[in-house]
């Protein structure tokens, strides 16, 4: 294999772990604008569908409930006139 097949492969490799870090941490990084859009009326309830693993791992991990609870907050605003409470208490409805 000669120079230049090796930098391809090896940008290929790159491309792939950016894209496998990358993709998912937009995945979870985008569930604060879109409840923020959704609080707004400007996205049916329909698309909560997608976060349902979020929603699961929140369920199962309290690390992660708080964490994904802290990042949400900045994006809704905290619960007017009501204690601080997980967002994932009321999807168990």
Partial sequence: ??????????????IALILAVLLPACYVLSIGPVLALYDNGYLPYVVGDAYLPLVELCRSSERASD?????IVWWRGPPMGQPSQHVWASAAD
């Avoid at 964490?67 to 990042?71: E, G, P, R, S």
């Fill in 1 to 14: 294999m000669d120079d230049k097949g090796k930098r391809g492969w090896a940008a290929l490799v790159v």
């Fill in 67 to 71: 964490a994904l609870d802290t990042y």
